[in-house]
Every structure is written in structure tokens, then in C-alpha cells.
């Protein structure tokens, strides 16, 4: 005779402390529950909703600028800390979290174009249209987050004067040089009053430049002739050149990939290129728009984009002259989100701080203001509880994110009255050249109109 037992630990059912639930058991097997899709569908739903209800991104602003702020430099040593240089010349350092200056580093005569910071955020470097490169020494991190922090100005270590205005700087991941860019790209080291290399290919301003992080040898520039340049500083010239038909205004590396950049161009959108196959895109990143990005131009002739990425090498974040900020995967081509404010102005720089968890940007009325990655996402600590309620709910999100009413739930945005006006505008524009491309292929010799793919249809030449 068998004799079936039921036999329990009391680990399992006994709580640990007065105060933890109690402990319940269930039978997943699906026949016992019919209605499991359902009841998760709505969980789902009420999930996006919810995310919309708490979404709040916008933390606070930071003023003490007196002009627009044209860039910005993350501090590799200081996770709270972030560097800002404005027009007028003035150039501080703030604490993220008490959203106050801790430092001023005065002595730019003119608008400062670049700032970064060495790898090991000791040393500030920083160039402008007054034709100088300075450097500085940046004051230790525990003096900083002191409440006795010193708010006197910091003097230059270093000047060094050039020829020509400067336009943007970059330093070396883990090593001792750096690069400025304007009528050339040049390499500096440290120690050295003039430059270590000068690299030349055209007559046109270079606006824009960025090290690798994964081979510190190789670094991506773009200049005012629209043309993306790689440099490697083991070799006498430069490696590669691509041509497109706008100018790119910025350049990001991915972290995580190294051999991946995104560019922010002039026609609104972003692009996605592997440095070892430049005759295509990746992907291409469309939703900004910019209706009176020209007249903007001729104050403000290299500040329409910019771009970062985030450390996690998910997604990027970029900034326009259509006062906004938008967060984008790295593999899509749409936004995820977009921030955007009353008083916010033309956007002129934008940061992921060191932790991925907040974006940082500068604008055109002086301000630099902090936003969440995640818009809904709950500050301060989590209980454990918390914690899995949060993770379950994106799960439920993602299982049904394809269906009609949580897609179109988790993709809405409002906008402001004049960038959905701009962006009707835009996509008319946008149908009526697709359809006069169609009609003139309809009405032509079959084969003698070839269409591009929107990867290459920007790209003009590759020169190497």
C-alpha cells in the first residue's frame, strides 16, 4: 500500500521577523488559471499609465551664468561634478547635487568653444576665440564635497597661445595628450608649450573632436566643409575622410563599442557609423526638428547639435536649436523621449552623467538644467519590495508592448505647439519628396533611376 505524505519545511513558511509578510504558495500550472493573459494585459496597461503619472524628468536648474553656455565636461574623478564655459569666458565647476558653483576658473578673453577634463580629473583644459589654450589644476574631490569648499578663482598652470581660434578640445583616454581643433587639428602634450603633431586635410574650419575610448591612438573630427575625418597619431596623415551633404556638428564614440560613433548633423537627424565601413550608416536617428535653424546660424554658426552617450553604451542623448532634449537607443531610430520646458532655450550642449542615471544640459538662457534618464523613475532609496514591483512592471511593459493601446500609450508625447508644428511641417515635406521620387521613377525607363537607401543617401564620397 503507498501512502503519499505531505511534508513541509518549516524554513519555507515560517517568517523571519514579526514584520515580514507571510509567505504564500501558489500553483503556476497554467490550467488553473484561464484568464493569466488578460489579468497581465491590464497590468500592463495600468503599468504605462502610471509610468505617464509620475513621469517628472525635470529636477532643477542651475543658474549663475550670465551668458548663453556653449560646452560642457563631465569630471572622471568627481561623480557629482560637472564643468560648464559660456560665452562671455566665465568657466565653472558645479556640484550636481546641491545644484551650487563650487569653483570659477576666469582668464578666457572671449567665448570658451571646448573643455575637458584628463582621465584622472585632476587637470582642466579649455579653449576659446581668443585664440588660447589653458590649462588648470582642478581641486581634489574631498575638498570639494567639504561643506568648506572654496569658492575663489582658480588660476591657470599653463597658456598657450595659437594663431588661430580655437573651436573644440578632446583629451586622451589614459594618456598625456590632447587635441584642439580650428583651422587645423593640433596635438598637445602636458609638458609642452607647442604642439607634439599638426594634422591638415582641406582649408576649412574643424569644429568638432573626439578620442576613442577603446584605441587612444585614434580620434574622429568634423569640419565645416561637411566632411568627417579619422586621425591616427601613429601615422604622418590622416586615415580617412567621409564627405556628406550637411555639416556635422558634433561626434560621440560609444563606450561599450568602440569602434561605433554617432554624428549630430545639421539636417536634423543623427547617424550611426562604423569606422571600419564609413560608405554606409548604421542607423539613422530621426525625430528633431529645427524650422528656423538657418537665421540661428548666423549668430551662432557650429551650435545646432550635440551629442553623448550614455556610459551604459545603450543610448545617447542630444540637444537642438529646437529647444529640446531627446534620448535615443543606440539602434533606433526614433526617440525614446524628449524634455522639453517653457524657459529652455536653444540647446547647446547636453551630458550623461557618470552614473547614467541624469542628463545635463546647456542652453541659451544661461542656464544649465538637471533631468532624470528614466522620466519616471523613483529617487532615493528602494526597499527590496520596491524594487521587484518596479522590475515586474517593465517586464508586464515589454511582453505587450507591441499591442495598440500600450504602444500607443507609452509613446506619447505632448509637445509644445511649435515643434508639432514644425515636425507637420517637416513630414510634409518629407511625403512630398518621396512621392515626386516615385512619380519620376514610375514615368522613366525602368532602371534608370536607382534609390538610395537613407543610410547612403546623405553621404556624397569616401576619401582615403
Not at 556653449?70 to 560637472?82: D, E, V, W
Request: glycine share 4%; charged share 25%; aromatic share 10%.
Amino acid at each position: 500500500m503507498k501512502v503519499k505524505v505531505i511534508s513541509r519545511s518549516t524554513d519555507e513558511f515560517t517568517r523571519e521577523r514579526s514584520q515580514d509578510l507571510q509567505r504564500v504558495f501558489r500553483n503556476f500550472d497554467p490550467k488553473l488559471r484561464p484568464q493569466e493573459k488578460a489579468v497581465e494585459y491590464v497590468r500592463a496597461l495600468n503599468a504605462a499609465k502610471l509610468e505617464k503619472i509620475f513621469a517628472r524628468p525635470f529636477i532643477g536648474a542651475m543658474d549663475g551664468h550670465i551668458d548663453a553656455i556653449s560646452c560642457m565636461a563631465k569630471n572622471p574623478n568627481f561623480l557629482k561634478g560637472i564643468f560648464s564655459g559660456s560665452m562671455d569666458g566665465d568657466i565653472r565647476l558645479w556640484d550636481i547635487a546641491s545644484r551650487k558653483t563650487v569653483c570659477q576658473f576666469p582668464g578666457h578673453q572671449g567665448a570658451v568653444r571646448g573643455l575637458t577634463a584628463s582621465t584622472d580629473g585632476s587637470t582642466l583644459i579649455s579653449c576659446g576665440t581668443d585664440c588660447t589654450v589653458r590649462i588648470w589644476s582642478v581641486p581634489v574631490a574631498a575638498t570639494l564635497e567639504s561643506d568648506h569648499a572654496s569658492n575663489k578663482p582658480i588660476e591657470a598652470n599653463a597658456v598657450y597661445v595659437g594663431k588661430n581660434a580655437y573651436w573644440a578640445v578632446d583629451h586622451q583616454w589614459g594618456g598625456d595628450l590632447f587635441a584642439t581643433t580650428g583651422a587645423r587639428v593640433e596635438i598637445w602634450n602636458h609638458n609642452r608649450s607647442q604642439p607634439v603633431n599638426t594634422f591638415e586635410w582641406g582649408t576649412d574650419t574643424v569644429i568638432s573632436v573626439r578620442f576613442n575610448p577603446g584605441e587612444p591612438n585614434l580620434l574622429a573630427t568634423s569640419a565645416s566643409d561637411r566632411s568627417i575625418a579619422l586621425y591616427d597619431l601613429r601615422m604622418s596623415t590622416p586615415a580617412r575622410k567621409l564627405i556628406m551633404q550637411t555639416r556635422t556638428n558634433s561626434i560621440a564614440w560609444n563606450p561599450m563599442e568602440p569602434l561605433n560613433f554617432t554624428t549630430a548633423n545639421e539636417d536634423c537627424s543623427c547617424y550611426s557609423y562604423d569606422a571600419r565601413k564609413l560608405d554606409e550608416a548604421k542607423c539613422v536617428h530621426k525625430d528633431h526638428v529645427s524650422a528656423v535653424q538657418e537665421i540661428y546660424n548666423l549668430v551662432y554658426p557650429y551650435f545646432s547639435m550635440d551629442i553623448d552617450y550614455s556610459p551604459t553604451g545603450r543610448e545617447f542623448v542630444t540637444g537642438s536649436y529646437d529647444r529640446t532634449v531627446r534620448i535615443f537607443p543606440y539602434n533606433g531610430g526614433h526617440s525614446r523621449e524628449i524634455y522639453h520646458t517653457k524657459r529652455m532655450q536653444r540647446v547647446f550642449c547636453v551630458k550623461f552623467s557618470s552614473d547614467a542615471s541624469y542628463i545635463i544640459s546647456g542652453s541659451d538662457d544661461t542656464n544649465l538644467r538637471l533631468w532624470k534618464a528614466k522620466a519616471s523613475e523613483q529617487m532615493g532609496v528602494l526597499l527590496p519590495r520596491e524594487q521587484k514591483k518596479h522590475e515586474y512592471q517593465e517586464a508586464v511593459k515589454n511582453r505587450y508592448k507591441h499591442l495598440p493601446e500600450v504602444k500607443r500609450i507609452v509613446r506619447h508625447r505632448h509637445l509644445p505647439r511649435p515643434i508639432y508644428k514644425a515636425k507637420e511641417l517637416r513630414r510634409m515635406v518629407i511625403d512630398a519628396e518621396k512621392k515626386k521620387e516615385e512619380r519620376r521613377k514610375a514615368h522613366s525607363t525602368p532602371g534608370s533611376i536607382v534609390t538610395e537607401s537613407v543610410r547612403k543617401r546623405r553621404i556624397i564620397r569616401e576619401v582615403e
